[in-house]
């Protein structure tokens, strides 16, 4: 079984102006790298950087981030 946490980032910033990733990272004090992986879904963030990003976009948490438990 595996568990996975996906994400609306991209999607998001293209919304908003097509923010570029770095934009968003200085906005929430993390790397680009860092935005990077967590878009490409190969880090999960921090409950702390999951909250700023999803105040970035003025949307709740679950509609920027989604946990999928796989069976």
Do not use: C, W
Request: hydrophobic share 40%.
């Amino acid at each position: 079984m595996a568990n996975v946490i996906t994400n609306n980032i991209r999607k998001l910033r293209f919304e908003h102006n097509e923010m570029t990733q770095q934009k968003l990272a200085d906005t929430v004090s993390v790397s680009r790298q860092t935005i990077v992986a967590i878009e490409k879904g190969k880090y999960s963030p921090s409950l702390e950087v999951a909250f700023k990003i999803s105040n970035v976009f003025a949307q709740p948490i679950n509609q920027v981030f989604f946990y999928l438990e796989e069976v």
